[in-house]
């Protein structure tokens, strides 16, 4: 790793972004807190993260000019989500220190290499076979019990690219729908719930976790984080911590990364995915935290110590997506921030659309069922009906 990684940058310094989007403006909010500079990379002066950074650079990926030029901007880069071509962060690399490294993005984003690389270090995930081909898909529905999820092998979220199959099918049609990307077929795992920690890595080894959140998923959209939750027991909160770091150290990561986790109906912890930066579900982290998830990441990137994880009180986040907010009127708005337990972030996108994240609520309170429904009723007071 550049050696450049290990010296510390004193605010003043201007750290660089990839990706303009609301985690990228979230990032930049803490580091400007504290005297950074930011330089946005991939969206304009109205993006999200483009409205509260110093420059930006709306250029292309695969512009190496302007790649350059940003380097040459800033004293160090991360990144808002996986799918940046990995071309361009390789290249940035040579340039400038870029954090987490590529070696993760490059697991990050390829489903196959990264449910191979978790399993031969040990780490358990859901049982998973290539498709190239309908005779593989045969092979696989068989195997998997008749049933399976059925998944491209890259640039999926929030449930797109992926289909749930099972009973008689037509392979061949089935797949004809994916126009010949390279996909993988996940056995399904019956669980309980949903999970996952937001883990750091920083400069000379140390670690740092945050408490699992658990997580609850609207039309495969995550829609509402918990943490604490009665529901997980101390050795299965442990178990989740020490994977997570496991995962961390294994790759060296310096940076934020998340774990997403299955909590199986027979009490086994699965690895779902892991994500090489912050995460919907550690927003939260921002109010109930003395260094929420973001601060996390720009201390991690400037070389600095780690700051504490600990919660103060339990906390629930609820996404704001379009949806949510076609009648939410300035007195609606009024009855919400007469809510003094209740947090409100935007992310200054411009056009309301059904199923796009505009922001999210947090809840604090003395449990975490009372702040679910502070969280709930400070929703429904915006409009929403479907609480």
Known sequence: MNQQVFRTLAPGATLGMLGAGQLGRMFALAARAAGYRIAVYGGGPESPCGQVSDL???????????????????????????????????????????????????????????????????????????????????????????????????????????????????????????????????????????????????????????TPAVNHHVNHILDCSRTPDERLSPSIVAEAGAIATQILEHFGVIGVFCVEFFLTDSGRLLVNEIAPRPHNSGHLTIEACAASQFEQQYRAICGLPAGAVTAARPAVMLNLLGDHLVHATPDRWREVFAMTDVHVHLYGKLELRAGRKMGHLTALADDVDAAERIARAARKALGWAGE
């Open 56 to 210: 930006c650079f709306d250029r292309s990926f695969d512009d190496q000019q302007s790649l350059r030029e940003f380097a040459a901007a800033v004293d160090v880069v991360s990144y808002e989500y996986e799918n940046i071509p990995l071309s361009a962060v390789e290249y940035l690399e040579s340039l400038v220190p870029v954090l987490p490294d590529s070696r993760l993005l490059k697991i990050s984003q390829h489903r196959l290499l990264e449910k191979r690389s978790l399993q031969q270090i040990g780490i358990p995930t859901a049982a998973f076979t290539e498709i190239r081909n309908a005779d593989d898909l045969r092979r696989g529905l068989q195997e998997f019990g008749g049933q399976g999820i059925l998944k491209t092998a890259t640039l999926g979220y929030d449930g797109k690219g992926q289909l749930r199959i099972g009973g008689e099918i037509d392979a061949e049609q089935v797949l004809e729908g994916f126009a010949g990307v390279e996909l993988i077929l996940e056995e399904i795992v019956p669980f309980q719930l949903e999970l996952s920690v937001l883990a750091a890595g920083f400069a000379g080894g140390q670690t740092r976790h945050f």
